[in-house]
Structure formats: structure tokens, C-alpha cells
């Protein structure tokens, strides 16, 4: 057998048909496919019996243990091939996908070959390239540092005999075992070819969209972590500095995706143990934590909780600045949020919208030409123009701090 074609589902009624027929279209005609169900509570499994019907070539396994490590480990330990390649139950190949990947081991001594897609949105309905491998070999761990360049277990396919030395699959990262073989293979020296055809129909849909962002991003930084302190050249190629903002990042990502879900219990200590080792950046923690504190503790714990910190930050005047808003010290918090801005070098709008919305208790009319200097400013910012409207129509209970600062903001902040 030359290669096994492994595709795990779990409630993947409305796609496996589409990525069952993709595998027997296939050009290339030396394979097995084996598909697991891992406890599917759909029609997905008698989709999958009707589809393979007398077709000795394709089987269906199951592994009622839920987890995709799990899955792929259990189809591991059947297949036969030579070579070993995956589909995502909501994916499907280029008729010509195995023939063209095989076609590239046999051009060099290749442990690895990665493809790549064309990506469908069906939110939207459009569809895109997947970005080209434009790196060399030789660049490739240097990025990969920096992010996921892989993204789908769709794209990879692998000699058996170079993969049983990555396995088997952890339930540590099985949220990104796509990134987790990239990883390993340039730990133990494994040769890849990356190569330039989408063979591969990628979708993006509502399911496949609303993955859990919080947990993902925390097992890419312990796998971030891992890789850097096992690959040496990592330590010497990135600065202090680079090396925290490539964390800090992958921490924002993870903690936005957590405020966005309400998780602010759960915020509170959010990465803490890579915050206290150097790899994050404190006035981040402290914002997100922060926040955690804000929205489940009484005021008065919330405040003492930013006190505890001693770094003086515009974040740490921007929060204790809300602090004595909501206590109506408000000649407190005026020079509060004007401290976080003056110590961002005018680059925190937020802090100047709370600025306005605290001397709308003191002078309303200071305070609309604030709002007016932030609407000229900062054009971009809907937060700071609506609060400009209600004030000058006398809503002031209606005024809003922007405690969610913005991706800008961020930025400056995240690079500063």
C-alpha cells in the first residue's frame, strides 16, 4: 500500500460526503482511506457506510474517546501505507492531490511535503489563495517561531517512517497538531518540501470558526516555548525584546478571544506562569487580569488588585483610572486618564474619551471640544463620535468608556 488517507469526523453531516468523493477521485489509485468516527451523535457515520459502499479501499473505524489526538493515534495504528497524509472531515482534495504529493518524494529525500489550499468562506461566499511558501528551508524555523505557517492537517503528507518519530499525538496540543508536526519535524532534523499548488479545498464556516481560541492559544505558547528552548539558533536570532512581543501576541490573541466569550473569571490568570518566566509583557497581564477583576470582584478588590502591580504604565492609569470614575473621585480620574495619555505620547484615544467623559461631570463644554479634537484626530474611533453626539444632545448618562481598547491601540502598545 503506498499511501493511507486518514479523515476523522465527529458531526460532520453536512461535509463528509464531499470529502469522502474527493478521496475517490484521486488520480492516484494506490491507497486506503480510513475514517474515524469519533463519536459522532449525527447521520455522519451512515453518510460515511453509504459513501464507501463496496469499495474495499475504504474503511470506517471508531474511537469513542473524544479528542482528534486520540482519533488520528487509533487510525495510526492501522494503516498501511508508505506514506501517510490527512483530510479534515469538512475539507476535500484536488483530484490530483496524492499523485502530485507523491510525485515529490520521489524528487528528493523528502520526510515531509506541505501543500497548500484555496480557501473557501462560506460566511461570504468568496473564496481566496492560500498565501505562497515564498521561505527557504533555511528561514523556515525562524518563522515558524513567529506563527503557524502550516494551518490545516489537509495540507501534509508524510513517510511513515519519519512521522513515528513525532508520535504519538499529545493531548497537550492536540488543538494544533498541524503546528505540533511542524515543530517536531525541525527538532529532530526532518527534511520538508514546501510546495506551491493548492491541492486542497480549505472551508472556513461558522463551526470551523468559533474553535475555542482561549485554549488553542495557550497550548501555542507552551509549544512556542518548547520549541524555543530545544531549538538553540532560536535564542541567538531573536532579541529580548522580539522574543516577547512573538508571545505577548499569541497571548492577546488568546486573552481578546476570552473577553470576547466573557471568560473574565478565567482571565484572571490567564497565561500568569509564562507572564512571571519574561515571555509576556506585564502591562498586558495587567490589562486582562485586570478586566477579569472588573467584571466578577467588588470594586474595592478590583482597585487593590491594580495597585498590586508595580509598574507604572499607561495601562495601570487608564484602569485605576475607571477605578475612582466608578467611586465619582473625578478630579482623581481626570488626572488619571490624562497621565495615561501623556505617558502613551498621545497614542491612546481611549484614555482621552475618558478623559471627556469624566469633565462632562465638571464642564460640559471643556468637555465637547475634547470630543471634537479626539473626532479630528482619531476618525476611526465610533466610541468617541457617539459620545460626542449624545453629549451635545444632554445624554450624558449615556456616555461610554472604551474598556475594550481598540486593535490600534493595542498595537502601538504590543511594538512600542
Not at 6 to 22: L, R, T, V
Not at 79 to 105: C, P, S, Y
Not at 302 to 321: D, Q, R, T, V, W
Amino acid at each position: 500500500m503506498k499511501v493511507s488517507v486518514i479523515i476523522p469526523f465527529y458531526n460532520e453531516e453536512k461535509y463528509i460526503k464531499k470529502a469522502i468523493s474527493s478521496v475517490k477521485n484521486q488520480s492516484f489509485k494506490n491507497f486506503e482511506c480510513i475514517l474515524v468516527d469519533n463519536g459522532s451523535e449525527d447521520n455522519s457515520t451512515r453518510l460515511a457506510e453509504e459513501s464507501i459502499k463496496n469499495d474495499n479501499r475504504f474503511k470506517i473505524i471508531y474511537e469513542p474517546e473524544k479528542g482528534i489526538d486520540k482519533a488520528l493515534n487509533r487510525a495510526l495504528d492501522e494503516a498501511k501505507g508508505e506514506f501517510l497524509t490527512f483530510l479534515d472531515a469538512d475539507d476535500w482534495f484536488h483530484e490530483d492531490r496524492l499523485r502530485l504529493m507523491v510525485n515529490e518524494f520521489d524528487k528528493g529525500e523528502y520526510d515531509i511535503v506541505i501543500c497548500k489550499s484555496w480557501i473557501i468562506d462560506e460566511r461570504n461566499g468568496k473564496g481566496k489563495e492560500f498565501p505562497p511558501y515564498w521561505f527557504s528551508e533555511k528561514e523556515f524555523p525562524f518563522l515558524l517561531f513567529r506563527e503557524n505557517l502550516i494551518r490545516s492537517m489537509s495540507y501534509i503528507m508524510t513517510k511513515r517512517d519519519s512521522l513515528v518519530k513525532i508520535l504519538p499525538f499529545p493531548e497537550e496540543y492536540n488543538l494544533l497538531l498541524d503546528y505540533y508536526i511542524a515543530v517536531q519535524s525541525v527538532l529532530k532534523g526532518l527534511k520538508i518540501k514546501f510546495l506551491n499548488k493548492n491541492l486542497v479545498f480549505k472551508r472556513y464556516h461558522s463551526e470551523n470558526m468559533a474553535h475555542d481560541r482561549f485554549s488553542s492559544d495557550l497550548q501555542d505558547i507552551k509549544l512556542t516555548h518548547h520549541f524555543f528552548y530545544n531549538y538553540p539558533s532560536l535564542k541567538s536570532y531573536f532579541s529580548e525584546k522580539e522574543r516577547e512581543i512573538v508571545f505577548t501576541r499569541k497571548y492577546i490573541r488568546g486573552a481578546n478571544y476570552g473577553r470576547r466569550k466573557g471568560m473574565f473569571e478565567e482571565l484572571k490568570d490567564y497565561m500568569g506562569n509564562f507572564v512571571a518566566r519574561g515571555f509576556i509583557k506585564k502591562e498586558f497581564f495587567l490589562y486582562f487580569s485586570a478586566l477579569g477583576y472588573l467584571y466578577t470582584e467588588s470594586l474595592k478588590d478590583y482597585g487593590n488588585y491594580i495597585e498590586s502591580f508595580a509598574i507604572k504604565h499607561p495601562f495601570f492609569y487608564f484602569l485605576k483610572g475607571i477605578c475612582k470614575f466608578e467611586e465619582k473621585e473625578y478630579e482623581k480620574s481626570l488626572e488619571l486618564f490624562g497621565k495615561a495619555y501623556s505617558k502613551a505620547l498621545e497614542n491612546f484615544p481611549e484614555a482621552l474619551n475618558s478623559y471627556a467623559i469624566t469633565l462632562a461631570n465638571m464642564d460640559k463644554k471643556r468637555s465637547l471640544e475634547v470630543f471634537d479634537f479626539i473626532k479630528k484626530t482619531f476618525p476611526f474611533y465610533r466610541d468617541a463620535i457617539n459620545n460626542h453626539e449624545n453629549l451635545s444632545k444632554n445624554k450624558k448618562d449615556s456616555l461610554n468608556h472604551t474598556i475594550f481598547l481598540m486593535k490600534e491601540t493595542m498595537n502601538y502598545f504590543l511594538y512600542l
